[in-house]
């Protein structure tokens, strides 16, 4: 029997088309974000000329010792208030991946280990600082406080299992987790924000962490295998175990079991 031909232009192809949907999504990113800051400066500006006067007698009541301080001051509506809640905790997630790839990329192991993961790191990390900025201009804009600090809940568990960190499997399994969670709360914030830019904004987002959730799937599978030599790009399919081409994507429809509620990431 002849030998089996291998053609990897397909392999090509699924490269190409991964780096158009990034590409694809920081557009529609970008254009949420514009769409969005012009459809709501009309309202905080109605919001700040109904508020004037009493922003003013707020501000005497605080000279005479008051304590209401700004309990009468203007603030945004209630789904407003919840849209920039949602936001602030997206850059909070953002803001811990942020945190945990550049503490991956200085590790000896990745630094001067397999390049293609050290290629992944340095990417994503540039991606996710992107999305941060992306949520905290979308808070600004809606008249809340940008979020520079990280998520509380996935911080804890993040300081729990660094010091356990012992090789490449290890990062990836924690990045699969923080991947994970942001995929699953930017999916279910579709469903969640009142504006349908915001929607578009999260929709957009959404998508690239389950394509980097993906990626690290197939890299754990083969880490699991003691094949980190195929850990990289571009990659001999015939070498590749039966697995390579589904454990990536192992859910249908993606699950928001795990998704952190918009309050979790909030500014206080």
């Given at each position: ?52 006067a009493?922003?003013?007698a ?11 301080a700004?309990a ?35 590790l ?6 397999n390049r ?33 600090g ?83 790009i ?35």
């Open positions: 029997m002849p030998p089996e031909h291998i053609d990897t232009r397909l392999l090509v192809e699924l490269t190409e088309q991964s780096q158009d949907l990034n590409s694809d999504a920081s557009r529609i990113t970008r254009s949420a974000l514009a769409d969005f800051g012009q459809a709501v400066e009309p309202v905080r500006r109605r919001w700040w000329e109904r508020g004037g009493l922003a003013a707020v501000g005497t009541v605080a000279l005479l010792g008051g304590r209401r700004f009468d001051s203007p603030s945004p509506s209630g789904s407003m208030a919840d849209d920039i809640m949602a936001l602030q905790t997206a850059a909070s997630i953002e803001n811990l991946a942020v945190s945990v790839y550049r503490t991956a990329a200085g000896p192991f990745i630094k001067d280990g293609t993961v050290a290629a992944f790191v340095a990417k994503t990390t540039q991606q996710h600082e992107a999305h941060a900025q992306a949520f905290n201009a979308a808070a600004s804009q809606a008249g809340g406080r940008p979020q520079n990280p998520d509380p809940k996935y911080k804890a568990a993040v300081d729990q299992m660094l010091p356990s960190i012992k090789g490449p499997a290890d990062v990836v399994k924690l990045a699969i987790t923080l991947e994970d969670v942001a995929a699953q709360t930017y999916t279910k914030n579709v469903s969640q924000v009142s504006n349908a830019d915001l929607r578009k904004l999260f929709a957009s987002v959404a998508p690239v962490e389950a394509q980097h959730r993906a990626t690290l799937l197939a890299v754990q599978a083969l880490l699991a295998g003691n094949a980190a030599d195929l850990v990289t571009p990659v001999d399919p015939s070498k590749l175990p039966a697995a390579a081409g589904s454990v990536g994507f192992p859910d249908a429809f993606y699950r928001t079991d795990n998704a952190s509620p918009i309050s979790e990431g909030a500014v206080k």
